[in-house]
């Protein structure tokens, strides 16, 4: 299969970390005074951190890759040394990927006489580490696809306010990125929002405090394909369709940061100039933060 992964080059690398926090899955960490790629596995090539590199040390190489070895990639990052061989595990631990897990350690314990360094500190060091993240989503540890179970929060209605029913606010179809027209009537001179597809199923008051009075539009920038469609049709609302600001709305998960960048490159093209909004949802239906960028 064809895979789309991140390529380092060590050598135009200065470590400024400017890559780190816009790496949306986390795969991206300073280690040793380089930038580091520390799971393939977690790299959905979306390339988020491509923009951020000042030295241009960052690229997208596509190439045909088999399915995911997670002994080949232990060999790959043993010669980085110990730091990167830890945070690689680590990652693996943070994201459940126990199964693979096991097999980075069945191996290093099988070639550990050849291993410069404590098979035993790097394992120690590993289950040392929480494997749950923190509500929030700490940078290089808050995996999108986690399971996470909770209890709803508030769920405490009167029968009567249980029995009615709430008003859709949307004001349009369809709402899909690749089905909508830009050029459609419902987006002409409209205050847009760009949300996740997870949002409105963590939010209790979507349509009511978010939606109201505003067109819609969901996409899904680590699962949805053809993301190159998504950044024309967001320049054609902004040039042609001349929305008066665009609100984006994510999930706390890293991967939902990847509607930023899009929005981001698809502004750079247009001609018009828009406000945008920021809101990162948390996957409990709390605001985390909402800011204009």
């Known amino acids: 299969m064809?895979?789309?992964?991140?390529?380092?080059?060590?050598?135009?690398?200065?470590?400024?970390?400017?890559?780190?926090?816009?790496?949306?899955?986390?795969?991206?960490?300073?280690?040793?005074?380089?930038?580091?790629?520390?799971?393939?596995?977690?790299?959905?090539?979306?390339?988020?951190?491509?923009?951020?590199?000042?030295?241009?040390?960052?690229?997208?190489?596509?190439?045909?890759?088999?399915e995911y070895d997670e002994v080949l990639v232990v060999q790959q990052i043993l010669p980085k040394g110990k730091n990167t061989l830890v945070a690689h595990l680590k990652h693996l631990k943070e994201h459940g990927e126990t199964v693979f897990l096991k097999q980075a350690v069945g191996y290093l314990r099988i070639h550990a006489s050849e291993i410069p360094f404590s098979i035993d500190a790097v394992t120690a060091e590993v289950h040392a580490s929480k494997a749950e993240p923190s509500e929030g989503c700490a940078p290089g540890g808050c995996p999108g696809s986690k399971a996470v179970s909770f209890e709803p929060q508030n769920l405490r209605f009167a029968p009567a306010a249980a029995a009615a029913e709430t008003p859709s606010a949307l004001r349009q179809w369809p709402v899909q990125m690749h089905l909508i027209n830009p050029a459609g009537f419902a987006f002409q001179g409209t205050d847009l929002l760009l949300a996740a597809d997870c949002v409105?199923?963590?939010?209790g008051n979507f349509h009511t405090k978010h939606l109201a009075g505003k067109s819609l539009v969901i996409a899904c920038p680590k699962l949805d394909q053809g993301k190159e469609i998504y950044v024309?049709?967001?320049?054609?609302?902004?040039?042609?369709?001349?929305?008066?600001?665009?609100?984006?709305?994510?999930?706390?998960?890293?991967?939902?940061?990847?509607?930023?960048?899009?929005?981001?490159?698809?502004?750079?093209?247009?001609?018009?100039?828009?406000?945008?909004?920021?809101?990162?949802?948390?996957?409990?239906?709390?605001?985390?933060?909402?800011?204009?960028?």
């Open 200 to 203: 409105a199923f963590s939010l």
């Open 232 to 293: 024309e049709k967001i320049r054609r609302l902004i040039d042609e369709a001349k929305v008066n600001t665009i609100t984006i709305m994510m999930m706390e998960v890293p991967c939902c940061g990847g509607l930023s960048q899009l929005v981001q490159m698809g502004a750079a093209q247009a001609i018009r100039k828009v406000p945008v909004k920021e809101i990162i949802v948390s996957i409990k239906g709390k605001i985390l933060e909402e800011v204009w960028v």
């Open 2 to 66: 064809v895979r789309e992964i991140v390529y380092i080059d060590e050598e135009k690398c200065n470590g400024c970390g400017l890559c780190i926090p816009n790496c949306h899955e986390g795969a991206l960490q300073i280690i040793d005074g380089k930038a580091r790629l520390i799971s393939e596995l977690m790299c959905d090539g979306l390339g988020a951190c491509l923009g951020h590199c000042p030295e241009g040390a960052i690229t997208i190489e596509k190439r045909e890759a088999d």
